[in-house]
């Protein structure tokens, strides 16, 4: 079935050790998003791909970083982790930016920042 | 710029009962609205959406929401509450042109016994 997949569900980090998110997609989608969730609160986007064409939401930390190395791929990268960067990470996909397209979400990986 | 409200961050209803998740917008221009659910643990799944057209809209697993302009509300809905229905649900708005996308606080639905 196509997905969108990410790995690990579940990563535990030290503060300020770097720590890389992954997620995959085989649906072939132009934007792949990341979005920050913090316990019983909104998905907060902090980023989006169209293609290869990166753009950061206003208020996203410049720890965090994001690379797509191909369509399939795209990965969060966080640079300096600090405990108030615990959360789920959840990776979602749309074919087209206009959101008449289904955004597809992947599980989720759940941060932990000892 | 677009912005949501969802009345009650905690609803809890019998099985069997009728669901109501409330849901207003703000918006300057036509909005897209939508609804996802969110099981523990898991990612969002869209449940339905409004963009154009037909007011009352029907989505997955029983669940219905109706876009009514003048109250800038999009509210949802489904009949006969079940079990598996317990989930977080989150609406969101954005402009016309898909960008702008906004989640609400979202609503925990608690379905007992």
């Known amino acids: 079935d196509a997905m969108v997949i990410q790995n690990p569900r579940y990563q535990v980090t030290q503060f300020g050790k770097p720590v890389t998110l992954s997620c995959s997609q085989t649906?072939?989608?132009?934007?792949m998003y990341w979005y920050q969730q913090k316990s019983s609160q909104a998905p907060k986007l902090l980023f989006h791909y169209y293609d290869k064409d990166f753009n950061n939401e206003a208020d996203t930390p410049d720890n965090f970083q994001s690379r797509r190395p191909n369509t399939s791929f795209c990965f969060l990268d966080i640079r300096s982790p600090g405990l108030g960067d615990a959360a789920m990470y959840l990776c979602a996909t749309s074919r087209d930016l206009n959101l008449r397209e289904t955004q597809y979400f992947g599980p989720g990986t759940r941060l932990l920042v000892l | 710029a677009q912005s949501v409200t969802q009345l009650g961050s905690h609803v809890s209803v019998s099985e069997g009962a009728l669901v109501l998740l409330r849901c207003n917008y703000s918006s300057s221009v036509p909005p897209y609205l939508f609804w996802y659910v969110q099981y523990p643990n898991q990612g969002l799944q869209l449940l339905l959406k409004?963009?154009?057209?037909?007011?009352l809209v029907k989505g997955i697993n029983g669940f219905e929401a109706e876009f009514k302009k003048s109250e800038t509300s999009f509210h949802l809905t489904k009949p006969s509450a079940h079990m598996s229905d317990a989930a977080e649900y989150f609406c969101a708005v954005s402009d016309n042109y898909g960008q702008n996308f906004v989640f609400g606080p979202g609503t925990r639905l608690s379905v007992l016994p």
């Open positions: 649906l072939n989608h132009n934007v």
């Open positions: 409004y963009t154009t057209g037909a007011t």
